[in-house]
């Protein structure tokens, strides 16, 4: 990065990130919510107040993908902030991520991760008796993965910047997304028969 930013700022934009849904609403979307977690970025690399509040403008427009992928984009940008990319390359960039993001993270957590933690969280009522004990599967197993993929995800964006696109189809994402649905499948099967045990 050409401007280095401390420790204490990216944490602060990555756990800002659990916020991003905060401020949703029909004119933005998450455009809201990612201006809140580009604060602290914004405040340590900007230093007159007219180029503050441009940016202020810029990161609070339309943004809408998935909550948990957004912190991909939230990571790119942080690196193209940091590295002096021209605003309007990083309003273009954030129009081209949003909609890939939306897909990959609906198909992968909304259609997947939820499901198979659900029925992790089933399994563990119907098996051991115990809803308090299916909750805490349930609420583990979901948080394990959704926390993972934003950290995976802000490290990506941070670390790849607007070249993000590139390590994500090497990532595999629909290859994992594939495979969560096939182990809750299996997790499935599993809940019939402990019904029908």
Not at 71 to 79: C, E, F, P
Not at 110 to 121: C, D, I, N, T, V
Not at 141 to 147: A, M, Q
């Amino acid at each position: 990065m050409s401007r280095p930013l401390s420790k204490r700022v990216l944490l602060a934009t990555f756990f800002r990130s659990f916020l991003i849904q905060g401020g949703w609403n029909y004119r933005s979307m998450l455009g809201s919510g990612f201006l809140f977690c580009m604060l602290p970025v914004l405040r340590s690399l900007r230093d007159e107040d007219g180029e503050f509040r441009e940016s202020l403008r810029l990161h609070s427009e339309h943004f809408n993908a998935h909550p948990y992928l957004a912190s991909i984009a939230l990571g790119s940008v942080t690196r193209m902030e940091a590295d002096g990319v021209d605003p309007q390359e990083i309003q273009r960039f954030k129009t081209a991520v949003r909609g890939p993001l939306g897909g990959l993270g609906d198909a992968l957590v909304w259609a997947a991760w939820l499901p198979a933690a659900s029925l992790a969280g089933l399994i563990a009522v119907w098996g051991w008796g115990s809803p308090l004990l299916g909750a805490c599967v349930f609420l583990a197993v979901y948080n394990v993965g959704h926390v993972g993929l934003r950290v995976w995800g802000f490290s990506l964006g941070l670390r790849e910047g607007p070249r993000v696109g590139q390590r994500l189809q090497a990532a595999g994402l629909p290859l994992w997304t594939e495979r969560v649905r096939s182990g809750g499948v299996l997790l499935l099967g599993v809940a019939v028969g402990l019904i029908l045990a």
